[in-house]
């Protein structure tokens, strides 16, 4: 059974960074794609960055609010993978999960994705 963790949310400044972290177990990450998404409150799942299988050639997709801002990146021996998040703004603050999917390439919608983390709350005041 699949089991996603992600981990390093919290308060921060617009400005500041954050990097978010998702841990895997019963699955090596790198034989997934592996997405962020974010959920912020009243509005619906938004696609945030994704990496593609290892094997598959590990493209990246971000959208384009976070396109320059964000990194998205595999730690193969800690089974992880890792959002780094520069210059946060006020906007960027939801419940951020990350998720995996053996489809090829690197998705962006939530529905090509089958297992979830719980999520963690990235909140960014102004």
């Known amino acids: 059974q699949v089991h996603l963790v992600e981990s390093g949310g919290g308060l921060v400044q617009a400005g500041e960074s954050l990097t978010l972290s998702c841990a895997a177990s019963g699955l090596t990450l790198h034989m997934a794609a592996v997405a962020w998404f974010r959920q912020a409150l009243g509005k619906e799942r938004e696609f945030v960055a994704a990496i593609a299988r290892f094997w598959g050639g590990g493209n990246i997709v971000y959208s384009d609010s976070v396109e320059g801002r964000f990194t998205i990146s595999r730690d193969n021996n800690k089974n992880t993978v890792s959002l780094q998040m520069n210059d946060l703004k006020p906007e960027d603050t939801g419940t951020y999960y990350c998720?995996?999917?053996?489809?090829?390439?690197?998705?962006?919608?939530?529905?090509?994705?089958?297992?979830w983390g719980q999520g963690t709350q990235v909140t960014v005041s102004s």
């Open positions: 998720a995996t999917t053996f489809a090829a390439g690197a998705p962006t919608s939530p529905s090509d994705y089958s297992n």
